[in-house]
């Protein structure tokens, strides 16, 4: 039996683990499991706000059986007692906790954190960094859909430089053999992603009649500052509205990490259309979180 320390991001998986995380999750929306995380103590840390993760992360904590503990960083007091991150994680080690869940602003945070637990750290958010949850949770709805992704065509569409979401996303669908479009402006999309083997369009109405899958994201707007673009530039370029849902193939499905902004990268429409799965994303994110806390806790089956 083989245990993972931690998921970073999505290289800390193998690809038959890929594959496992994936079963997993398929088998607990069966049939939930026994209490598979019992006498297993779970921290989440979360120093971003967050409504979607954290309530997954701690439903699938429960639903494992296991003892949850929510810290945030008004309940931290090395932050304000002189105590750095390294000793707050040795004390959290030392109290036997099994499962430490970080979010964080810090690209790398969750990883530094790692090198001083005695446990298992799960990256619930880095920076501009990496999600490798979401990431796996938008794929395995992917799969759901279409099976085999591989030359399934995919569009990530908007502020891709500045989303984790979109970088660890993009690294599982090399990985799995799709071909990725990265849809938006140059300060959003710029052209040196076509160099890993992505392509890099402007023009929104050309990619939409040629994907299987659009992936929207929100612009993170917490993460630059300025008007890089203006909100009606970005509107009628790259909003997905009726004109725009009307150029897909009949089995196009769309999807997005949360939250989404109502009127900048979708309207209404995107919400009443069949193939909006925003909502089996979320709920297969409970089930996908349970897989991967409980193959880096009781290993493979
Ligand atoms: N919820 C995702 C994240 O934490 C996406 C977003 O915030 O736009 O990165």
Known sequence: MRTRRSLLDLDDLAANELNEVFARAAAFERERPEKRLAGVACVNLFFEPSTRTFTSFNLAELRLGGEVVNLAPKDLSYLNKGETIEDTVITLSAMGIGVLVVRHPEEGFPASVAMHFDGHVVNAGDGTHAHPTQALLDLYTLIEQFG????????????????????????????????????????????????????????????????????????????????????????????????????????????????????IELDESVLRFPGWLYTRQVMHGVSVRMAVIDLLVNGSA
């Open 148 to 263: 085999s992704l591989h030359s399934r065509s995919v569009a990530i569409v908007g502020d891709v430089v500045h989303s984790r979401v979109a970088r660890s996303l993009l690294a599982g669908l090399k990985r799995l053999g799709a071909n990725v479009r990265l849809v938006g402006p140059e300060v959003f999309v710029p052209e040196h992603y076509a160099e890993s083997a992505v392509a890099v369009e402007r023009d929104l109405d050309r990619v939409l009649p040629d994907v299987d899958a659009v992936l929207l994201l929100r612009i993170q707007r917490e993460r630059f500052s300025g008007t890089p673009v203006s909100d009606e530039e970005y509107i009628a370029r790259y909003r997905l509205d009726a004109p725009r849902l009307a150029k897909l193939r009949d089995t196009a499905i769309v999807m997005h990490p949360g939250p989404y902004n109502r009127g």
